[in-house]
């Protein structure tokens, strides 16, 4: 597939010029799609993949993410689990009856790994029946993503992001079912999250799961899991959770360095 950049970016300027701009969350949303494509460039070069390939994992961090600004215009909130999934979404503007993939790339040769990996890179984990090619642009998107979430958690307001205060964060409980998890090094379902402090768990557990090998190496570059993981509560119990399990991640990290 021949990908043409500077067409694929103006039709994403196009394309979000229909949303408000002075909404905080479509600016949030914009800034972190084109870092996504970035991480996934980058992700990409570092399987050494040829151009063509490099240039479908940055056009995938284009398009990945397409639904959330219908979602922000219909329901003003990013989780799914109160309004549609955004992954679906995206899907049907993408290759729905009026779809607006042609307006990114003519070729329509890859248009199924397109929607695979664009439906698939908000689920909690792969099936196991892709064909390779496409579960490889599948893993450097969702890490690609991952890495950018942690960035955005320390970038944006908690209110842009969850959807609740500050204050709420700082007075959260942990579900016990939550902190498992993350001691069981695995992503956190959405159906077990109770709590704002969950959610930021989850996301952190973002860690445990990233699948390129250069993935983990441009999440520590960046810092904002540390930065993450430092943060303070004011629920004693929720403090006490969250620094043993800063101590528990850099055991962790440190013993993945060594491998």
């Known amino acids: 597939m021949q990908i043409d950049r500077s067409r694929a970016t103006e039709a994403l ?16 949303k914009l800034s972190h799609t084109l870092r996504v494509a970035l991480n996934s460039e980058r992700i990409a070069r570092s399987e050494r993949l040829p151009k063509d390939e490099v240039d479908l994992a940055w056009l995938l961090g284009l398009l990945h993410d397409i639904g959330r600004f219908e979602q922000v215009r ?11 999934s955004h992954a679906d979404l995206g899907c049907e503007i993408l290759f729905g009856e009026r779809g607006a993939i042609r307006s990114f790339v003519s070729d329509d040769s890859d248009d199924g790994l397109l929607r695979a990996a664009v439906g698939l890179h908000s689920e909690l984990a792969l099936p196991g029946n892709l ?7 599948c893993e450097i998107l969702r890490d690609a993503d991952k890495i950018d979430i942690l960035k955005v958690n320390c970038l944006s307001p908690i209110e842009d992001i969850y959807g609740v205060t500050t204050q709420d964060m700082r007075e959260s409980g942990l579900t016990p079912e939550v902190v498992d998890t993350f001691y069981g090094h695995r992503c956190v379902p959405r159906s077990i999250r109770r709590e704002p402090a969950d959610m930021l768990v989850g996301h952190i557990c973002f860690a445990y799961e990233l699948a390129r090998p250069a993935s983990l190496a441009l999440m520590l570059e960046q810092g904002h899991l540390q930065e993450m993981l430092s943060r303070t509560f004011d629920d004693p119990a929720t403090e006490a959770t969250f620094r043993q399990m800063e101590k528990h991640m850099a055991s962790w990290l440190e013993a993945r360095d060594r491998t």
Not at 13 to 26: Q, S, V
Not at 74 to 84: E, H, I, L, W, Y
Request: aromatic content about 12%; proline content about 9%.
């Open 74 to 84: 219909r329901f003003d909130t990013f989780v799914d689990a109160k309004s549609v």
């Open 13 to 28: 300027k196009k394309f979000t010029e229909r949303y408000d701009p002075k909404n905080p969350r479509i600016a949030l």
């Open 131 to 137: 064909a390779p090619r496409t579960r490889l642009h």
